[in-house]
Every structure is written in C-alpha cells, then in structure tokens.
C-alpha cells in the first residue's frame, strides 16, 4: 500500500483534481473559471476538504456555500462510492441519498457561476438549491437562517456560507449590513437533533459564529481549531444508534490494508 502524498500539491495531482480544477500557480492559489468569479480558494483549503471527506467515508455532504468546493466534494463521494462498490461484502447502508451533495446558497449569481465549474460527470450526484436567508433570533440571540434546507441527514456538513451581504432583513433594527457585524448561522442549531453520531462539521473561519454554535450545541460535540487553516471542526461524539449503524470509514480502511 502506498504512502499518501504529503504536500497539497502533491495530493492534488495525486488525486486528478487537477483535471477539474485549473491549478493557476504553485503557490497554492486557484485560478478563477472567468473574471466574474469570487475570491480565488485556497489550494490547502481545498486539499483539505477533499482529504477529510475521503477519510471520513462521507456518505451525504450539505454544503453551506456554493464554489469550487462543490466540486471537490463531489469528487471524494465520486471516490468514496467506488471504494464501497469494492468492498468484497457491502453492509446495507440506510441512507437515501448516499454518496450525493446537498449544496445551498443565497446569491442566485454565484450558483450559475459555480455551476458551470461542474463536469458532466459529478453533475448527476450534486443538488444545488436557492434559499433566502433571514434575520432571525435563537433563544432570544441575533443570528440568520436560509429559509429553505436540503431534506437531508448529512454526515459532513461545510460551513462556508452565506455572505453577511445575502442576509435580508433586521431584528429590532440590527442587520447584517455593517462590516464589523460577522455573520451568525444557526442552521446547524436546528438540525442538530437528527444529526446521527459522527456527524462531522468544518466551518472555514466564521470563527465568532463557530464560538456561537459551540456555546449552543446540546449534544456531546468535539471541537477543535487550526489557527493555521483558520477552520474550526465539530465532530458528533456519541455511541452508535444500533446494530444498524454502520463505520463505513473503518470498513474501507480494513479492505485498502489488506489489499496487495
């Protein structure tokens, strides 16, 4: 069995993201698909996410935030699903929509951009969706939601978004509109209860609304925090529901170490 690669370069062209992604410089940055797109991602950023969902065996990703990512994730549950098709015994996964990815977003702009990123062949397994998101309030706190989520139980979940500019509305008399005011998801606070155990959460900077999901999280979740990477995760640490559940990441790994 062969080492992974180490650098984020290496790893890229390791994996033929950069068949699907123009890889504009070695520095690490990407380039953009026309003048119109956003700020250029980060390579490592990238790199990251692909990683973490391939050695998590992510089954449903939901995707706050459409971009480049999208197609990355859609890569690695491209990648995943061909592993467990390889497994010589496939456990029953119940999981209406496995190896798919749910991505929202509230600027109708930036999806046509981002949609024309993904290649025919990672199409059918992405499900974008538009959603207004509104100011709001969670036990009496300022915070926004999208009006509208994927109906899914995902087992990865990337934070990126919305932008404070997408955030419509105010609540008595405070917006999202000023600068200094960062923006305060709460989407996650509403489906944590039906989250399953080993849910995985990365929320990619949006430190002070990482520090807020963490002060209201009820459930048993790890958080950790890469100041390098400015990202902070969450994972779901609770016992399995039952015989049914299923550790499809340790299932896949057994098979590759066996593998000549």
């Known amino acids: 069995m062969k080492a992974p690669p180490s650098s984020a370069v290496d790893y890229w062209r390791h994996e033929a993201l950069d068949k699907i992604v123009t890889l504009a410089q070695s520095n690490g940055t990407i380039e953009p698909a026309d003048e119109s797109a956003a700020l250029a991602p980060q390579l490592e950023d990238l790199v990251r996410l ?6 998590r065996m992510a089954q449903t990703v939901l995707e706050f935030g459409i971009g480049y990512s999208t197609v990355v994730l859609a890569d690695a549950l491209a990648k995943n699903e061909r592993d467990f098709m390889a497994l010589p015994e496939r456990p029953r996964l119940r999981n209406a929509n496995a190896f798919k990815l749910f991505s929202v977003d509230a600027n109708r702009h930036w999806m046509e951009v981002a949609q024309r990123r993904i290649p025919a062949s990672l199409a059918p397994r992405i499900a974008t969706q538009y959603s207004r998101v509104v100011a709001s309030t969670f036990n009496g706190r300022l915070c926004h939601y999208y009006e509208t989520l994927p109906n899914v139980v995902p087992d990865f979940i990337y934070l990126d978004g919305p932008s404070p500019q997408d955030v419509e509305g105010s609540v008595n008399g405070l917006d999202f509109s000023i600068d200094e005011r960062t923006v ?75 593998a000549p």
């Open 184 to 258: 305060m998801a709460a989407d996650l606070l509403l489906i944590e209860p039906s989250l399953l155990p080993g849910a995985f959460i990365l929320v990619d900077g949006r430190v002070n609304n990482a520090r807020f999901l963490e002060r209201n999280f009820q459930r048993s979740f790890r958080r950790d925090y890469d100041p390098a990477g400015d990202i902070t995760t969450f994972e779901l640490v609770e016992p399995p529901l039952g015989r049914h559940s299923v550790d499809l990441a340790a299932l896949v790994a057994r098979h590759r170490t066996a």
């Open 50 to 55: 692909h990683r973490l969902a391939r050695q």
